[in-house]
């Protein structure tokens, strides 16, 4: 399964942005996809992820209430809502596929990841 993200870009704090990831290839399988960040100097840091129904859904506490992941059911596109970006937010995102919202979370069993997409988020 190959994996491209795009959205990523550079934004003013309180700014609004939505990433998505495409799933291609061997896609023939049931999988949950899954959004994590690497900021410079920092390591790669869990922030969403979503079944393949679209119904469970997993956030990491710091971006809860602010980013939001969704894919309609079977879809090979998942999508990463994110509002009231802050300069913290500024990081490398990759999205990644995995059996379980559980599995991606913990990086317990990741199948595929995606290149990255740069956010930035400065005044």
């Known amino acids: 399964v190959q994996l491209q993200a795009s959205g990523g870009g550079s934004v003013q704090p309180g700014d609004s942005l939505r990433l998505s990831c495409t799933a291609s290839?061997?896609?023939?399988?049931?999988?949950?996809m899954g959004w994590f960040r690497q900021a410079s100097g920092k390591e790669r840091e869990f922030i969403a992820a979503?079944?393949?129904?679209?119904?469970?859904?997993e956030y990491a506490e710091s971006v809860k209430g602010r980013f939001a992941i969704s894919r309609d059911g079977g879809s090979n596109t998942a999508n990463l809502q994110m509002s009231s970006l802050k300069p913290e937010d500024t990081a490398v995102y990759y999205c990644?596929?995995?059996?379980?919202?559980?599995?991606?979370?913990?990086?317990?069993?990741?199948?595929?990841w995606g290149k990255g997409t740069q956010l930035t988020v400065s005044s």
């Open positions: 979503i079944s393949w129904l679209g119904t469970t859904v």
């Open positions: 990644a596929t995995g059996k379980q919202t559980t599995w991606i979370r913990d990086q317990v069993a990741i199948d595929s």
């Open positions: 290839g061997r896609t023939s399988s049931k999988y949950a």
